[in-house]
């Protein structure tokens, strides 16, 4: 059991320091199988300590699509945006639970108006899982890149604040998903709406007459612009 302890001990220190299994075995003289055990049982023991604290797991990756990044952390001009011509963001935050183990949600955000359109979650993958996974939320963008979590943060939490403001609230789902984004203390604060306005675009779930009125309500007629597809165009 001494021997035991010693191992385990060596394995995780390497672990911490960014090794890989094969990497732990080879130095320690000991079976990848071996190692692997090692450290997919201290992932559940330090899982399982986690949740008792009511702890969130570390955050591994966020991503967000290239044109929203370009948009609301660059301040880039709207005509050098490619793709940008919706005002949509997937925002998607992926914490680890352990070697190659993902929780993940993601979070469907109209910066220009809306705030949170939908949000999915919480999906549970392993590495070749979440790498697919992704290449599916993004294969409708023309690319994505990784970005903090503080922005990750700043682009849900500060939609949803704007639509707020526009009397509009996010997905009734986001009650599911809303924990696993943590808790934002407005570290950056970005710029929505188009051009100074709320820029209403047509959905094909949308309940236009209720975001119509909520507009005007709030901003008034002439205070906010709108792409809305007519019977027969």
Known sequence: RGLGDVYKRQVLALRAKGLTPKQ???????KVSQVGEIVRVSAEQETL??????????????YVN???KQRLLENAEESSIVGGGRGLATVCVART???????VCTYL???????LKDTIGLKKFNGTQYREFLEMVYGQYDSYQQISFTEAQAI????IEYAKTLGLKPHKDFEQTKAHLGEWKGEMQLKFGRDG???YFQGPYDNTAK???????????????????????
């Open 66 to 68: 290239t044109d929203c």
């Open 97 to 103: 639970t352990g070697h190659e183990r993902y929780e």
């Open 24 to 30: 732990i075995a080879k130095n320690l003289g000991l």
């Open 197 to 199: 306005k709320p820029f």
């Open 156 to 159: 849900v939490w500060g939609a």
């Open 109 to 115: 955000v109209d910066y220009w108006c809306l705030g």
């Open 49 to 62: 300590a986690r949740k008792e604290r009511g702890e969130l797991a570390p955050i591994a990756q966020c």
């Open 211 to 233: 975001i119509f009125k909520a507009l005007r309500e709030s901003v008034g007629d002439g205070n906010f612009n709108y792409f809305v597809e007519m019977e027969g165009f």
